[in-house]
């Protein structure tokens, strides 16, 4: 099998039915998007610590399943499809992770650790990707799951942030104004 097949040359893709867009259409930049946070999360493993690891991976699984529901524009039952239960997992974690964290008691500036610095990045590119779903909601169909999980995957990169920093003796830093 070949990586190149040509059928993409003049500007347009196939979507998951097999009908054809512009690579510039709404629906491709939304999944394009997420392609590139979960690009991004492969450049954070190995964090260092296996159960941020672990749970990475479970997530760039989940962006996976993202994708494939946003390249989908009628999808059937059995197709795959983001559910609640993602958005439960991350929320699970999320509180799990947050108990070893001091409270918030300011806005914190981005940085920290290898680790630490590279949550903080892929966090803002899953906001993008949120704000692009977003967009695409606003002239197409979606499954509302996907940007409710994209939101709350992104207080998730925020935590694991913080948690990989203070696990790496990183110390945050506020804004000053």
Same mark, same amino acid.
């Given at each position: 099998?070949?990586?190149?097949? *040509?059928? *993409?040359?003049?500007?347009?893709?196939?979507?998951?039915?097999?009908?054809?867009?512009?690579?510039?259409?709404?629906?491709?930049?939304?999944?394009?998007?997420?392609?590139?946070?979960?690009?991004?999360?492969?450049?954070?493993?190995?964090?260092?610590?296996?159960?941020?690891?672990?749970?990475?991976?479970?997530?760039?699984?989940?962006?996976?399943?993202?994708?494939?529901?946003?390249?989908?524009?009628?999808?059937?039952?059995?197709?795959?499809?983001?559910?609640?239960?993602?958005?439960?997992?991350?929320?699970?974690?999320?509180?799990?992770?947050?108990?070893?964290?001091?409270?918030?008691?300011?806005?914190?500036?981005?940085?920290?650790?290898?680790?630490?610095?590279?949550?903080h990045h892929a966090r803002t590119v899953t906001r993008r990707a949120e704000r692009r779903v977003v967009e695409l909601a606003r002239s197409e169909p979606i499954n509302e799951a996907v940007v409710t999980y994209l939101n709350r995957l992104s207080d998730l990169l925020f935590t694991l942030g913080r948690v990989a920093n203070a696990?790496?003796?990183?110390?945050?830093?506020?804004?000053?104004?």
């Amino acid at each position: 099998m070949t990586i190149y097949t *040509g059928r *993409g040359d003049e500007g347009d893709t196939d979507l998951r039915d097999m009908s054809r867009v512009s690579k510039a259409s709404p629906r491709i930049e939304a999944y394009g998007t997420v392609d590139e946070a979960n690009a991004l999360l492969g450049t954070v493993r190995p964090t260092g610590h296996d159960d941020l690891d672990d749970l990475l991976e479970t997530v760039q699984n989940h962006l996976h399943i993202v994708q494939a529901d946003l390249a989908n524009p009628d999808p059937d039952p059995d197709d795959p499809a983001v559910e609640l239960g993602h958005v439960e997992t991350l929320e699970e974690r999320i509180d799990a992770l947050d108990e070893e964290l001091e409270p918030l008691r300011s806005f914190i500036l981005p940085g920290g650790g290898e680790a630490g610095a590279r949550l903080h990045h892929a966090r803002t590119v899953t906001r993008r990707a949120e704000r692009r779903v977003v967009e695409l909601a606003r002239s197409e169909p979606i499954n509302e799951a996907v940007v409710t999980y994209l939101n709350r995957l992104s207080d998730l990169l925020f935590t694991l942030g913080r948690v990989a920093n203070a696990r790496d003796g990183e110390r945050e830093e506020s804004p000053s104004y």
